[in-house]
């Protein structure tokens, strides 16, 4: 069983940047791979990034590549997300998610997060 609480959303202006983090319970954070996921009002849950459970492997939405980046760090039980160029368009609430894979769909993950709001004004 892990549990997932995210942290770090916010309202910020176009531009500027916001740093995401998933703490993890339980001892077996480092087996699994890690996702974040996005959904937007009215849309569906999409992909925005996921990470082996090595850190070695990593995945970007095209809507990301470039602007975001993803890390973990197994001794801390955590996966951030660095938002940087963050658009009117990247407002939406953030999930991270667990997995045994680095699924690019969300039904592979076994595990998830409440959540955390992220709003970009223009």
């Known amino acids: 069983q892990v549990q997932l609480v995210e942290s770090g959303g916010g309202l910020v202006q176009a531009g500027g940047s916001l740093r995401l983090s998933c703490a993890a319970s339980?001892?077996?954070?480092?087996?699994?791979?890690m996702g974040w996921f996005r959904q937007a009002p009215g849309k569906e849950r999409d992909i925005v990034s996921t990470?082996?459970?090595?850190?070695?492997?990593?995945y970007y939405a095209d809507s990301v590549k470039g602007r975001f980046t993803i890390s973990r760090d197994n001794a801390k039980n955590t996966v951030y997300l660095q938002m940087n160029s963050l658009k009117p368009e990247d407002t939406a609430v953030y999930y991270c998610?667990?997995?045994?894979?680095?699924?690019?769909?969300?039904?592979?993950?076994?595990?998830w997060g409440q959540g955390t709001q992220v709003t970009v004004s223009s």
């Open positions: 998610a667990a997995g045994s894979r680095s699924y690019r769909d969300s039904r592979g993950y076994d595990y």
């Open positions: 339980g001892r077996t954070f480092s087996s699994y791979a």
């Open positions: 990470i082996s459970w090595s850190g070695g492997s990593t």
